[in-house]
């Protein structure tokens, strides 16, 4: 939900970082998608010309996610018709990534102030596409974090190109990174071996208005869980899916609680539900009180994954229903640990 927010808020809670080796390309991938879906124009056309052998970035990968989306959404945003380009540009110890587009442009007079919070450029057309800034201002702040930059040029209705650098992984980054992977595929291996399932039956796909992945066969998924994201920023939905993928879950997302209580209520199942607070139509707490009409605590957990921080949003989360309280941006050790315990507890 789009309130006016404190941005020392936000950066307070973007201050900590999650590294780790990260391939890039499919992170843009995933938010071209969502850009698509959310910001897409038939008259607008985009090019992903990332090579396949991008080297490994090492960064927080739930905040590079929030960078990349929030960049090509801009591009969308102030981009009527034309193309949007996504390239890599060579550096040695960097990963360096353009967002070029064929927009409305920017005076060079007002490229220093763009990234500063709710400055809109006049004679930019920004004013027109009800932009705050906000992203923007987000992006800087969350790239900066790394030790990388940001930059824009602009030609006023010609376009803009934004760059983007972040830190390369090193080769011993890379190797602790490899031997990570592979314990992973090894523990990965001896889950599925033991039996221990997703829900039995086939998943709903029809009540949700996105599930991932497309060509999932409920029966085909030892050791994976389905997990239902409920959330009604797209970023924040992209964040979470790119998470529960790696380790092999299956994802359904609602964009609000509304969408989340009566696709439980038609049918769909799932294993766990991770629900965010402030949402327009109905609110985490509305949906997760409706929920627990039919599910009980034990039969179907409900974390709380918000960026509410106050005891009083615990409070009312628990006494809502809800299993446990996560707040953003999400930890994935923090996220996947949590979702054991409920998930250890559980009662079919």
Known sequence: MNDILDFSSIKKQHSRLNLSCVEIAPIIGDAIAECQINHGNALVQVQNNLPADLPLAYVDQAKVATIFYNVIANAYKFTEKGLIRISSVPAEDTVCIEVADTGVGIEAKHLDSIFMLFEQVADSGVRQKNGTGLGLAVCKHL???????????STLGVGSVFTITLPRATPQQIVEHQRKVESERKAKVITAGSGDNASGGSVEQKWLPAFYPKNYPASAT?????????????VNRMVLRHLLLKRNHVVLEAANGLEAAEALEKGCKCDVVLMDIM????????SCQRIRQRFSIEALPIIFVTAKTQQHDRDASANAGGNAFLTKPVVPDELFASMSQVLARKIA
């Open 143 to 153: 790239v900066e974090l790394h030790g990388g930059s940001v930059t824009v040029r």
């Open 222 to 234: 030892e050791g994976s869980r389905i997990v239902m994201v409920v959330d009604d920023e797209p």
């Open 279 to 286: 949402m327009p139509v109905m609110s985490g707490v509305e």
